[in-house]
């Protein structure tokens, strides 16, 4: 079964989201020397380790190199909790956007709204790198990340067949209705990178 993918539109928003000062952590960039903490991470946030092979393919992709790889620090522990990605690559369905990736956070930490900072902090960093669409994927049982993707004004992208039947159920667990979602078509009008 294929991702959801959700798109973000600039210039549909009166304002991009700020990440939310949480005291206690740290909204920074990521260093390749953290790939161990980085991996825990992932580990714990229901995704696969990661090897030096894997970040350095994701390096690639990144915008403004690391500087593309946000993470929150708890800074008491040293602890990387959660984390997000400004990617950059094209292909046919997304050409000219953006791409908010690996989205993750500790369950140890959930509540705090550091998905939601960390997210906000990658698409700063997308528009201000002259992105005007932004597109994500994810899969349906991610709820909670979902669910801090539409507060932030993320819309549903129903680029195939089945994702308006999907998209209807994750509205029902919501308890919005699906036209509240302001789902975009497969074929919609978009803004490339600037």
């Known amino acids: 079964m294929s991702q959801l993918r959700m798109i973000y539109l600039v210039d ?3 304002s991009i ?3 939310i ?6 909204l920074r960039n990521m260093d390749k020397s953290e790939l161990i903490p980085y991996s825990d991470l992932r580990v714990s946030a229901s995704f696969n380790q990661w090897q030096e092979s894997d970040y350095d393919d994701l390096a690639a992709r990144l915008v403004d190199g690391r500087n593309g790889h946000f993470v929150i620090e708890e800074i008491a522990t040293g602890n990387l909790v959660a984390a997000a990605d400004a990617e950059y690559f094209e292909t046919e369905l997304v050409a000219g956007m953006g791409t908010l990736g690996w989205v993750m956070s500790s369950p140890l930490y959930r509540g705090k709204k550091l998905g939601y900072s960390v997210c906000a902090a990658v698409m700063q960093h997308l528009a201000k790198h002259g992105f005007r ?3 994500l994927s994810t899969d349906d049982g991610r709820v909670p990340a979902i669910k801090t993707y539409l507060n932030l004004g993320w819309r549903p992208w129903l680029y195939e067949d ?3 039947s999907r998209w209807r159920a994750l509205a029902e667990i919501f308890g919005r209705s ?3 979602l302001k789902p975009l078509p497969r074929h919609f009008d ?3 990178k600037s």
Do not use: S, W
């Open 12 to 14: 549909d928003i009166v």
């Open 17 to 19: 989201p700020q990440p």
């Open 21 to 26: 000062e949480t005291e206690g952590f740290l």
């Open 133 to 135: 669409t932004f597109h």
């Open 162 to 164: 089945d994702m308006e």
């Open 178 to 180: 699906f036209e509240a």
């Open 190 to 192: 978009y803004v490339r």
